[in-house]
């Protein structure tokens, strides 16, 4: 099966849910969109600006395992 940046994202999701509180699963990773995999590269999509330095600034370490 080839992966999409859409099923590589939902297996991120799974580790991450696994690993994290349910309610900053819901407020800082349902909003997010995959847009492309290129190799091991998944490009996300996040709301804003704000929202992309919270994720670097608390969950770089755990967005980079998944």
């Not at 690993?19 to 819901?26: G, R, S």
């Not at 997010?32 to 490009?43: F, R, V």
């Amino acid at each position: 099966m080839t992966k999409t940046a859409d099923s590589v994202w939902e297996e991120c999701l799974a580790f991450i849910g696994d690993n994290i509180k349910p309610q900053a699963y819901k407020t800082w990773f349902e909003p997010i969109t995959p847009i492309k995999l290129s190799g091991d590269a998944l490009t996300i999509q996040v709301p804003s600006k704000f929202f992309y330095e919270w994720l670097e600034e608390h969950y770089i370490k755990l967005l980079r395992v998944a």
